[in-house]
């Protein structure tokens, strides 16, 4: 069924501690990782210092790995899925930027609201 939900664009939750093996290399001394979702080729990795956005390939080995602190993330929104949209998208405005990231989630995904919920929880401090 994960890898249903992921094509589905859905969100599952990571383990911290697979998080936390995985990306021991970059985190920096005293920064632990938080909470960790994975869609299909993305994932978002909230830490106690920053977010991490991941994007992998689906064929090859290359990853993306977008370290963003907290206090550069100017807003996010995040647009529900209506009747006829099958999808629900999260965008996150960075200072200085003027385009915003923005991520899907499959409809039914409820982890965009605890993607949502986090990010506020770190930039509404």
């Known amino acids: 069924m994960g890898l249903f939900n992921a094509i589905l664009g859905n969100a599952s939750e990571v383990t911290i501690e697979s998080a936390s093996k995985e990306f021991e290399p970059i985190l920096i001394e005293g920064e632990v990782i938080e909470k960790a979702f994975k869609l299909l080729k993305d994932m978002f990795v909230f830490t106690n210092k920053r977010l991490i956005l991941v994007e992998k390939q689906l064929v090859g080995s290359k990853v993306d790995y977008l370290s963003i602190p907290y206090q550069n993330i100017k807003k996010f ?49």
Not at 90 to 96: A, C, D, P, R, S
């Open 77 to 125: 929104s995040k647009e529900s899925a209506g009747i006829l949209d099958m999808d629900a998208d999260l965008k996150i405005w960075l200072n200085n930027e003027p385009n915003p990231i923005t991520k899907q989630f499959g409809k039914g995904s409820n982890n965009i609201n605890e993607v949502y919920r986090i990010l506020s929880q770190h930039t509404l401090k």
